[in-house]
């Protein structure tokens, strides 16, 4: 009976010292509590100091962005000091959103120069080419309107095929797909033709022994300078959306050279290259003149 009388006595001592413990490290916890919780107030007060400026900020943007847009000058626009740099800083601004609105605009016409004619009753479709970057040919497309869509007037090539282009992608209901394929059609063929003037003029030791008004088909001669063999490079582009041959052929007296591992690798490089710079790559390996 003692023993168990001072088993509990014990054990009610070992509860007094748990809660002993706990009562002190309670002020403790209490203390880093607040702490915590000031730290968050503080961030919360920064937040919404930079919500406001940025408020601000747009509010400004805004009424310079509407003065830009009515080509004049607002009151609120007058009080701005010209000279300090946070209103300079805030017109480049207005004037960047500016520029982002009408790239959009641009963009949700399929990034074509479109204008009115004859009093909204046409438009003026504009389709610029270019390649690596230098602007090409122009061409335009004069669209009727009503009763139904109709091409009136273009100075499209006559061997594009325009028509079988506006039925194939239905140009009645799907202005856009029609722009963008006739764009790829153009922007193939100036490319193939800006690419045969490139070779004609770096490559004068090439001859062009035959090519067609759509640069569709491309024959060249080159030579292989230690046999002095003549070999004929042939080039197809079948697939007129592209500035790259889909098929190429050599012809040479010398049966062997065409499968040789050197003129595999020019079949590879003439494939995958614009035909003026894989000459260029041909002549540095030494395997034309």
Request: glycine share 4%; with cysteine; charged share 25%.
């Amino acid at each position: 009976m003692q023993g168990a009388s001072a088993k509990g006595v014990l054990g009610h001592l070992s509860l007094l010292e748990v809660q002993a413990r706990s009562l002190k490290t309670q002020p403790q916890q209490q203390q880093s509590r607040v702490k915590e919780l000031k730290v968050k107030v503080e961030e919360l007060i920064t937040q919404r100091d930079q919500l406001r400026a940025e408020i601000q900020t747009h509010q400004t943007l805004q009424k310079l962005r509407t003065s830009m847009d009515k080509q004049c000058t607002d009151e609120e626009d007058e009080e701005m000091n010209e000279d300090s740099e946070n209103s300079q800083f805030l017109r480049l601004m207005a004037r960047h959103t500016q520029l982002k609105d009408l790239l959009h605009a641009h963009h949700l016409i399929g990034g074509y120069d479109i204008i009115k004619t004859r009093q909204g009753k046409g438009v003026c479709v504009s389709l610029a080419t270019a390649y690596e970057g230098t602007y090409l040919d122009m061409f335009n497309l004069e669209i009727d309107l009503k009763p139904t869509l109709r091409i009136c007037r273009h100075n499209i090539p006559p061997f594009i095929p325009l028509n079988s282009i506006a039925e194939q992608s239905n140009m009645q209901t799907d202005m856009r797909a029609f722009l963008d394929t006739l764009s790829q059609h153009l922007n193939a063929f100036a490319s193939r033709k800006h690419q045969l003037k490139l070779v004609k003029e770096l490559h004068k030791s090439v001859e062009v022994m035959e090519s067609n008004v759509l640069c569709s088909v491309l024959v060249l001669m080159f030579t292989v300078p230690r046999e002095k063999t003549a070999v004929l490079c042939m080039l197809d582009y079948t697939d007129h959306t592209r500035c790259l041959p889909t098929r190429v052929s050599f012809e040479s007296e010398d049966k062997k050279l065409p499968e040789s591992p050197q003129w595999k690798t020019n079949y590879n490089l003439l494939m995958e290259t614009p035909v003026h710079k894989a000459l260029i790559t041909m002549k540095k390996t030494g395997n034309i003149a």
